[in-house]
């Protein structure tokens, strides 16, 4: 028998990139668990408050595109009130044209005015709370007084003394009305 040195053979131990043998990885893995174990949870706990962050982002960025449509929506209310009176006396004004004037020009001008303005409130939401011959709802009418009338129903709204409004469904100023006893 000579002496010549003899090659690995496949029973031989291949080492890793870590410079461990399979079998002492796998020991170092296995020892390792309890720390992987705790940082799996970690992450995961990382990603659950990452997913409520992010939903709470999205549902804050909804409610903030809502309130600035609802902002855009009633952003001319206040001018809208100011002009409210002008109109309920334009109104009133109309209504106490004598039926003989009807026909004259500035008369026609008048209740054209008062159209443009009743277009005008259409366009930007503003709507006039029905009254006359509407029952009573406390809702909508203010009542200012009661009248005794046979000819209606109680609680019939029988005159309106001043108009009351309603805002993209929203009350903006009630009617004031007279209602049947």
Do not use: C
Not at 100 to 115: A, M, T
Not at 146 to 166: A, H, I, Q, Y
Request: net charge neutral; charged share 25%; no cysteine.
């Amino acid at each position: 028998m000579t002496d010549t040195p003899t090659t690995a053979g496949p029973a031989t131990q291949r080492q890793s990139s870590t410079g461990l043998a399979p079998q002492e990885q796998t020991r170092t893995i296995s020892a390792a668990d309890p720390k992987i174990a705790a940082l799996q949870k970690q992450a995961a706990e990382y990603l659950a408050g990452w997913q409520r962050a992010k939903a709470d982002y999205l549902n804050f960025k909804k409610q903030a595109e809502k309130d600035q449509a609802e902002l855009a929506k009633f952003a001319n209310a206040a001018l809208l009130i100011e002009l409210l009176p002008i109109y309920d006396n334009l109104k009133r004004a109309v209504q106490h044209i004598p039926s003989e004037q009807q026909d004259v020009e500035w008369v026609k001008g008048i209740s054209h005015i008062l159209q443009q303005f009743k277009q005008l409130f259409a366009s930007l939401g503003l709507e006039e709370i029905k009254t006359v011959g509407q029952p009573f709802n406390h809702e909508l009418h203010h009542a200012v007084g009661k009248e005794k009338r046979n000819d209606v129903s109680p609680n019939t709204v029988v005159e309106e003394v001043k108009s009351g409004f309603l805002m993209h469904g929203r009350m903006v100023t009630p009617a004031q009305v007279r209602v049947a006893e």
